[in-house]
């Protein structure tokens, strides 16, 4: 933890330093190959990104039936792993740090798309459509998990960590929010059990916390990030109990030395926020969700946030759309914005790996522009 309100100024961060305090949010672009691997085209985007003081590259699952959505990244083969490998020599190679994401998205998934019946905390569908290879989907029923079911998962994530390791990730980050299956144990309306993971806080918290504990005791607590998002709705979640269910989260894992916990739509004005930030005691790591995508208003967000006791800055859609976002903003330069959203979560080059760093010619209109986040495909 620090004091200082520097973006630029350097970090520890369990056993890295970090030249910035500037992160790379986790994004999802549906880039991998089928099975999940990794691609050159991938190496070349994370690179162009190296100089964010950390990147956490996208969610890789961590077992077949954990997968969400077509085309995203796994971590579970072989294959998954040599795929990744290609992706961190060649941040590395450009002077970058990352950690890998670890999600499963429990009743986020289809058989579609994972070939699987998707299992979560009860069997409560997400509401609405799905999107699969076969287009948007209704959702279907999801599996109810035995114990063995969730002692399996948990150790899925420990498997996936050391994984992540050998693919040559510096560490991991435990993905808990934006209602996929571990915010999905945590919030009432979809955890409905009554053993010892559902019912009472204290059970709706253990399934993260064992996920967490099992990961840190597979590769060190010090290359392990946590990410939550308390009282984000999307895909369907009605926490209930946001203000309770976070402190205890948090008491339950701070003795345990974890690299971070990482806060998405963070907000310094929520109550929420400072008593996570009381009962915190390592580094946070804080995520604003932008309304307008500028320099002026991500220094202004970040201070907020930095004043308010956060260390680090994650931001996503700025570094999709910036390769060269540290620069950018070091220099007040204007930022380029998100073009053809619906390449976001689709597609290969374009809308990828083509945004241009200064210099590199290629104007983009500089005026900023409010962009708002997709609904039910945000990750
Ligand atoms: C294209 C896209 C993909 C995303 N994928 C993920 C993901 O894989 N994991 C995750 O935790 N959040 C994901 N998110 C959420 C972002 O990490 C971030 O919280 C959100 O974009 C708000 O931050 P921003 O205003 O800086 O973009 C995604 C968001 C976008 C726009």
Known sequence: MSQTTDLFASAALGPLTLPNRLVMAPLTRNRAEADGTPTPLMATYYAQRASAGLIIAEAATPNAVGQTYPDITAIHTPRHVAGWRQVTDAVRDAGGRMFLQLQHGGRVGHPATSGLTPVAPSPVPLPGTIFTPDGHRPAVVPREMTVEDIRGTVADFARAARRALDAGFEGVEVHSANGHLLHQFLAANTNRRTDGYGGSLTARIRFTAEVAEAVAAEIGAERVGLRVSPGNTVNGIAEGETEEIYPALVERLGGLGLAYLHLVFADPDAPVFHRIRAGWPGTLVANPVLQEMSGPAIEEASARLLNA???????????????????????????????????????????????PALGDGAAQPSSASSVALDGPRVA
Do not use: C, K, S
């Open 309 to 355: 006791g956060a260390d680090l800055i994650a931001l996503g859609r700025p570094f999709l759309a910036n390769p060269d976002l540290v620069t950018r903003l070091r220099l007040g330069a204007p930022l380029n914005q998100v073009r053809e959203r619906y390449l976001m979560y689709v597609g290969g080059a374009t809308g990828y790996t083509d945004y």
